[in-house]
């Protein structure tokens, strides 16, 4: 037999021995590996929803201060949803409670609809409205920090959070002090989680701001060394600063 025709038969042979022997009844058949299945997603926390003028008795018109309700209703998975007006706060909310799902959010068409005002600064107070240092998903949104055209009132917000927060359509109206009387700068935001990812977008200073020159100025938008994550800046319209429009310092 030629070598090239052996080949072939032993071909034949060991093709039809393999399919002989899947017809053995003593061989199990092969089971199906199964497919893991998807886990079941996990639902959304329940948001406690509360209309500011509505359901706190906050006074819309800025004659009466608000920082009472606000601290008190500064919780977890709740929202303030403001209507349009002006809201007074006299002193600085210092929360850090490690609160996740928090929201402040104005309801006008317009950032502009719903404003932050505050007394006159005394020279030097140095302001800051918020200061929230813990915690993951706070969200401000649609509304404005009137500072005035005085020498000496403004407002900055510290917002750290370990991920998820976002600050959109807000806008620091007025001409800014120089640091003597204002904060470094009118935002701190920090992500401090290297996992999370913290968003600003359509963030807004652009009304001025006085030049003392450096470095006597107050900033735009810093992130500290506390920041390790990702901060992102999508739309925002900077300018006009008595210092950096953005200054990010890392010392470690």
Known sequence: MKRRTYLRTLGAVGVGAALAGCNTPDEETPTETPRPTEETPTPEPELT???????????????????????????????????????????????????????????????????FVFPPADPGERFRMLRITSGTDHVLKNFSIQQTDDDTTSADIWLANDDGALIEDVEWLGRTPTDSHARDQLLLFDCTSVEGVNVIRRVYMREGAALPGYPNGVAGIRITERSVGEVRMIDCHIEQRGSSSFRATHTR
């Open 49 to 115: 929803v509360f209309d500011a003028v509505d359901d706190l008795g906050m006074d819309p018109t800025g004659q009466e201060p608000v920082d009472d309700i606000l601290d008190e209703t500064y919780r977890e998975d709740t929202a303030i949803e403001f209507p349009p007006g002006e809201y007074l706060i006299t002193r600085e909310h210092d929360w850090d409670r490690g609160v996740s799902n928090f929201r402040l959010v104005g309801l006008g068409d317009s950032h502009t609809d719903v404003q």
